[in-house]
């Protein structure tokens, strides 16, 4: 087990909380809260105060990652929730630290770690109410607990600390945190339909799925209208007449329906300001018009400016006034904000969401100017399970490839995934492994857009693949026994095969290892006891069959961090024989 290197505001806090024993520490994202647990942790236990812990994620991304990062020091961690197999987690609950979502250990783990000594809460804002985090903090009360956020919300402080103890919060303004933080923390707020909004849009959907061409193609611009803007768009144009009117006219009674608000994200966004209260000036980017109005009317307290194009507005009376201090919201449409040069903004609000990303990133880097008096807010409003969560979460990936810091958590990214569409994937991908192409027809998706997914989902380390002769197949990196189930054959190691394999590691790449099947497994799995995890491998063999020759490369590009992973790795490469090279006969 090695000790964490910690940054000085890092073991200052770990100090501080060492001293407490319950104890809160609150830092801004990106300040490393995950390594002062894992250091906090590794005291404990070298120092005999601890023999188990218990640590609390809110999802099982979050699960899987900080269970890795505990691994990587040494610490005998194991992830548990709700999908990975029973047995592996029968396994798991006898860890020496146990990382796992609140709602798995509620549900059936309150007895299997009634004897910890120590419980870490990532994400304690969480623990209020009736919320899963605290039916765990109430029933496992250890002697030593850490709770960890990057944000305690005044109003239920003390609920907090009367579970986890006292707090302190170090600000992003400290000059030692301040180069590690992004200048706009990111947010997300979810803004669900009702139900009668949400009868009008799977309706819709069920419309969707039954067209072909250019009536699909309009009815799916429908749907981006509604999840998107609101149903009073979807309103507007449908009143219009013409194609859309004809296929929606049986579903009339919905659209008209009186519980379908016009604007379905205008509380969300009030509360957006609200929340923000301090800031000086906002910045709301919306593409319909009429909304524009709508949000303009509901918000006179900030004395709001449009900028709504030039068939609406003069452009040069509007942008003086949204310049003057005492206007501090401006609700920008597409229109309005082409070729005008933005006032400065310490709030930026997106109502609407660009279906292109490249769009999505042009509008940021306009407002996401340098040079910081104060940490600004970027608060994405966005429609839970429709094509809305869809274009951020596109948008995010892309923004995040590209540099943009957007300054949203992990667990906030995470989140916008569950909630979107996107979801499906990585849900199609923990029920079976498989290609693209199969991962495409199992949930409706475009390649492209599952390419782009799983391309994500493995940078984030939530994927594993192996090589089939049909391409790469793609599952859950913590199922790799999914893998064995369907793909068998490709997953039979052939000991005569000799292979070349270099393994790298979070230090640096190890030299090559050239050898038989049990040699380099060997190699692998005590790289990943050393090292915590190996980052990549890469192995190549010549195969022989016949007047047939061949080099066949395999490079397995996603973190392995046990036993288990390694082997299926091995196994998959050292098959190589019935997955590259056909049989001559």
């Known amino acids: 087990m090695r000790r964490p290197r910690l940054r000085d505001y890092q073991r200052e806090a770990l100090e501080w909380a060492l001293s407490r024993r319950k104890a809160i520490v609150c830092m801004p994202t990106g300040s490393g809260k995950t390594i002062i647990a894992a250091a906090w942790i590794e005291r404990l236990i070298s120092e005999g105060k601890a023999k188990r812990v218990l640590v609390l994620e809110p999802t099982r991304f979050l699960v899987e990652q900080t269970a890795s990062v505990f691994k990587s020091i040494g610490l005998k961690a194991a992830p548990v929730h709700g ?8 396994i798991g609950w006898r860890a020496q630290v146990v990382v796992a979502t609140p709602e798995i250990v509620a549900s059936e783990g309150l007895d299997r770690v009634d004897d910890v000594d120590a419980i870490v809460v990532d994400e304690c804002h969480h623990t209020t109410g009736q919320d899963p985090y605290v039916q765990v903090v109430s029933r496992i009360k250890p002697p030593w607990r850490l709770g960890l956020t990057a944000y305690l919300p005044p109003s239920r402080r003390r609920e907090i600390e009367a579970y986890l103890g006292e707090s302190r919060c170090w600000s992003w303004s400290d000059p030692r945190l301040a180069r590690y933080i992004p200048e ?8 669900p339909f009702n139900s009668a909004e949400e009868r009008l849009y799977r309706s819709l959907e069920e419309l969707w799925d039954r067209l072909h061409g250019v009536e699909r193609v309009v009815v799916g611009n429908a749907l981006r209208w ?14 219009r007449g013409g194609l859309l009117h004809r296929l929606l006219k049986d579903l009339e009674d919905l659209i008209m329906d009186s519980g379908v608000r ?21 910045i709301v980017f919306v593409d319909r018009v009429s909304i524009a109005r709508l949000i303009a009317e509901e918000a006179l307290e900030y004395n709001p400016v449009l ?49 292109s990303p490249l769009r999505f990133i042009q509008r940021l880097g306009r407002i996401l100017r340098p040079g910081r008096k104060v940490q600004k807010a970027a608060v994405f409003i966005a429609t839970p399970d429709t094509v809305d969560m869809d274009s951020l979460v596109d948008g995010l990936i892309e923004a995040e490839r590209a540099g943009v810091r957007l300054g ?27 290609t693209l ?44 026994q999914a893998f064995y189930k369907r793909y068998k054959h490709y997953l039979q190691p052939d000991e005569e095969l000799e292979a070349v394999v270099r393994v790298y590691t979070p230090q640096g790449p190890l030299r090559r290892v050239r050898g038989g099947y049990r040699k380099v497994l060997a190699h692998l799995v005590k790289a990943i006891e050393r090292h915590g995890v190996a980052t990549r491998v890469a192995g190549q063999a010549r195969l022989r069959d016949g007047a047939v020759e061949r080099m066949v490369q395999a490079v397995y590009n996603y973190p392995i961090d046990g036993r288990e992973l390694a082997k299926l790795v091995m196994d998959n490469l050292y098959s190589a024989r019935s997955w590259a090279l056909p049989t001559v006969g």
Request: aromatic residues 8%; glycine residues 8%; neutral net charge.
């Open 408 to 434: 949203l958590s992990v667990e906030a990214i995470e989140r916008v995934w569950s909630l979107s569409r996107r979801r499906r994937i990585l849900e199609a991908l923990e029920e079976e492994p498989m």
């Open 83 to 90: 999908s990975i197999s029973r047995g592996l987690r029968s």
């Open 184 to 191: 706009w923390a990111g947010e997300v707020y979810e803004a």
């Open 262 to 282: 016009p604007a379905h994200k205008l509380e969300h966004l009030l509360r957006a300001l609200r929340d923000h209260e301090g800031f000086e000036k906002a």
């Open 226 to 239: 509604m999840a998107r803007d609101g149903p009073q768009a979807l309103r507007e144009t449908y009143s």
């Open 307 to 355: 900028l709504l194009g030039r068939r609406h507005i003069d452009p040069a009376d509007a942008l003086a006034k949204a310049r003057r201090g005492d206007s501090r919201l401006i609700i920008a449409t597409s229109a309005g904000e082409e070729g005008i040069d933005l006032p400065e903004a310490d709030l930026l609000i997106v109502w609407s969401h660009t279906a």
């Open 437 to 480: 192409d199969m991962a495409s027809q199992a949930t409706g998706i475009p390649v492209r857009r599952v390419e782009s997914a799983v391309k994500w989902l493995l940078e984030k380390g939530y994927l594993a693949y192996i090589y089939t002769p049909y391409g790469r197949v793609y599952g859950a990196r913590y199922m790799p």
